[in-house]
């Protein structure tokens, strides 16, 4: 797959979880419970991963495979997972969903370029320059515009 059509898979990841932001917030004011509305999305997402993954025809690990993969990495992924996913749910509604998403974006861009200076999570070390510091400076001037009324 050629470079330009992974920038625009990603692209369309992130409109994918803007709209199920959108969606899964609704679900959560209805339900009172934006926890109860990320046990319905991770339950169904589940069901549509199973569905997916019997479509694909891929093999399934090995045993050996399974067995060599660290016990937290079964575990910590989701709890991040579902935290941050709930997270989203609660405050969509309260800050708007353009707010909510940049204010998450931000937060995964910061973190992300102190993990990748850090080499955190097994991945090559990117350190910290100036234009990555100009990309914080940008987006946090972004999102001062988008939450300016």
């Known amino acids: 797959m050629n470079q330009i059509s992974v920038i ?13 932001g959108g969606y899964n917030a609704q679900l959560g004011v209805l339900l009172k419970n934006p926890l109860m509305a990320s046990l ?13 993954l019997a479509a694909s025809f891929q093999p399934l690990p090995a045993m050996q495979q399974v067995k060599a993969v660290p016990t937290h990495l079964w575990f910590t992924g989701a709890l991040f997972s579902v935290v941050g996913v709930s997270l989203y749910y609660y405050t969509i509604p309260k800050l708007g969903i353009s707010s909510m998403i940049s204010l998450g974006l931000f937060g995964q861009l910061l973190f992300s370029v102190v993990a990748g200076h850090f080499g955190w999570f097994g991945l090559a070390a990117e350190p910290v320059d100036l234009k990555r510091l100009l990309g914080i400076a940008a987006m946090v001037a972004g999102i001062l515009l988008i939450k300016s009324k």
């Open 8 to 20: 625009f898979l990603a692209f369309l990841g992130g409109v994918f979880l803007a709209i199920q």
């Open 40 to 52: 319905v999305a991770f339950f169904c997402s589940s069901v549509y991963a199973a569905i997916l």
